[in-house]
């Protein structure tokens, strides 16, 4: 079977390791886990302001950082990014660890959203952010989240028990 996942990967199962490893080859594949540890492990994107009539801003430039974000350590738990051209938020921003969605004075900007077993909505960090800004303020967030919790603590139950004002104190804001 071959998935396109929603974070824009391709998802191969069922194929025998040695078909696999030929297939990577042909696809020019690397060896070895997509992400380290200093990462995000997802981003999902929607089309953005280049393929959406809706969309009012591009979302694939900043998408592109985000998944390229090096961080200052190893994130205590597996973090998504859901990145959304509009207020239509079709990549679920609002339910994402980091959430992005774009409105008509910038990003919006939430964290500690979840869609799993105990869903959860993130709060809002800071809206009206240009890309450089939003790059920044994800970054500095993501290294207080990663200095500040404890191992396998998702960003959804580190909210809950920090609060969003201690989170913008850390930060900055
Ligand atoms: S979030 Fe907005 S821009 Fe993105 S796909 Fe949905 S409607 Fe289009």
């Not at 910038?106 to 500690?112: A, E, K, T, V």
């Not at 993130?122 to 994800?138: K, Q, S």
Request: overall charge positive; glycine content about 10%.
């Amino acid at each position: 079977m071959t998935k396109v996942t929603s974070a824009q990967r391709l998802y191969f199962q069922g194929l025998d390791p040695e078909k696999l490893a030929e297939l990577k080859h042909e696809l020019n594949i690397p060896e070895g886990l997509p992400h380290t540890r200093n990462r995000v492990q997802y981003v999902q994107v929607c089309p953005g302001k280049n393929w959406c009539t809706y969309g009012i801003r591009n979302t694939e430039q900043i998408a592109e950082a985000l998944g390229n974000l090096e961080l200052d350590g190893p994130l205590p738990s597996k973090v998504k990014v859901g990145i959304s051209g509009c207020r239509m938020c079709c990549c679920e921003s609002w339910m994402r660890d980091v959430g992005l969605a774009a409105e008509k004075n910038g990003w919006r900007l939430s964290f500690g959203g979840n869609a799993a077993g105990r869903p959860r909505i993130g709060d809002l960090v800071a809206d009206g952010l240009n890309d450089g800004e939003a790059i920044d303020l994800v970054k500095k967030t993501l290294n207080f989240y990663l200095k500040t919790a404890k191992y396998k603590t998702r960003s959804a139950r580190f909210m809950e028990r920090f609060g969003i004002e201690e989170l913008k104190k850390g930060i900055g804001l």
